[in-house]
């Protein structure tokens, strides 16, 4: 009798781990699934995972940058202070990012909240450089919003808007990519002045960064 019983508790409990490693396997699958239906649906690919799908596209065309001659040197020029993208219903205030320590001690930048942020120390619009912004493409956990929930859909030759105190800045989309978390170097400082866009993505999977980059345009 007792024998039976154990029995059937190992039967209950082998089962039990079956349905746990079904259900395990069934969520990795999802969740790649995802990552993979988005950058289909978005023309990208993330790069290091496998399970990623290039969608061929059209090499970006050229947009030529201001002469770094023309740029005067003794203007200091203020922050922005607000961005749109009207291809992706995109209008939001700008604010300042700064480092601040976590949990851990270590050095991470804060998080815009229902806005885009400006990191600084990366240069201001009409500046020469890079200018260096970031938004979320979600917040489930935080709820700081997802004013850059559309950014994987900003395809190059669209136009972003960023205004600061007294000037309207205009630039059009060139290039746009996945990297690793790890990859910094999009953030360093340029010899000619570029927007910088970042997010994470796939959206809800967050495992890596969307890039996209802008030249200014020249006025007239």
Known sequence: MITSAANSLTRAFANLLIAVGVALLAW???????????AQR???????????IPIP??????????ELASVPQAVVYPPAVRISIPSIDV????????????????????????AVGHHMGTAHPGDRGNVVMSGHISSPVKGEGNVFSRLPELQVGEAVVVQTAGETYRYRISDRRVV???E????????????TLITCF???????????TGVPLLPG
Not at 57 to 63: A, D, I, K, L, T
């Open 180 to 182: 690793d978390p790890s």
């Open 42 to 52: 978005s023309g990208l690919s993330v790069p290091g995972t496998g399970l990623s």
């Open 184 to 195: 910094i170097s999009v953030m360093n400082p340029t010899a000619a002045p570029i927007l």
């Open 57 to 66: 596209r059209e090499p970006p065309p050229v947009f030529e940058a201001p």
């Open 202 to 212: 796939p959206d809800w999977i967050y495992s890596h960064r969307l890039v996209v």
């Open 91 to 114: 209008d939001a205030p700008v604010v300042e990012l700064s480092t601040i320590r976590n949990e851990k001690g270590e050095l991470v930048w804060e998080t815009a909240k229902h």
């Open 28 to 38: 990795t699958a999802v969740y790649y699934g995802y990552g993979i239906y988005q």
